[in-house]
């Protein structure tokens, strides 16, 4: 691993589907791996994850400063920083509690009404973003 100045950043980028959310020097960036949440400094080990429903936290002196919602992705940390490829992203404050709460009630009538394997996985990835995005926007 390499050895990170005081005064490194780390370049952290995420990309959804529809836009670009971030591309900025940040001091850490904590991401929900699929295996558990994961931060990542300068000089951080090669990486690659794959991301679970939740949010990641962008720090910077001491603080987090921006929570970025993703619904799952992909994660890879490399010399050159951190990139997210999201399926679904949005800053934490834009997620409506009340939508999210439909859209789980629609996931868990999808899952009940599931006629196979593929439809009842698709159903249970909805239920768990809407899940996480619940738990996000603070209830």
Request: charged content about 30%.
């Given at each position: 691993?390499a050895?990170?100045?005081?005064s490194?950043?780390?370049?952290?980028?995420?990309?959804?589907?529809?836009?670009?959310?971030?591309?900025?020097?940040?001091?850490?960036?904590v991401?929900p791996?699929?295996?558990?949440?994961?931060g990542?400094?300068?000089?951080?080990?090669?990486?690659?994850?794959?991301?679970?429903?939740?949010v990641?936290?962008?720090?910077?002196?001491?603080?987090?400063t921006?929570?970025?919602?993703?619904?799952?992705?992909?994660a890879?940390?490399?010399?050159?920083?951190?990139?997210?490829?999201?399926?679904?992203?949005?800053?934490?404050?834009?997620i409506?509690?009340e939508?999210?709460?439909?859209?789980?009630?629609?996931?868990?009538?999808?899952?009940?009404?599931?006629?196979?394997?593929?439809?009842?996985?698709?159903?249970?990835r909805?239920?768990?973003?809407?899940?996480?995005?619940?738990?996000?926007?603070?209830?």
């Open positions: 691993m050895q990170a100045s005081p490194a950043k780390v370049q952290f980028e995420l990309v959804a589907p529809e836009r670009r959310l971030a591309s900025e020097q940040v001091d850490m960036v991401a791996g699929a295996a558990g949440d994961f990542v400094l300068p000089g951080h080990s090669l990486l690659m994850s794959l991301l679970r429903p939740g990641i936290e962008i720090w910077e002196a001491n603080q987090i921006r929570r970025i919602f993703v619904g799952g992705g992909f890879e940390v490399n010399e050159e920083g951190c990139t997210v490829l999201a399926e679904e992203a949005m800053a934490v404050e834009e409506d509690p939508r999210a709460r439909r859209r789980l009630s629609n996931a868990e009538d999808d899952l009940k009404e599931a006629k196979d394997d593929a439809e009842r996985a698709q159903a249970e909805e239920v768990g973003i809407a899940e996480a995005q619940i738990q996000a926007a603070g209830g």
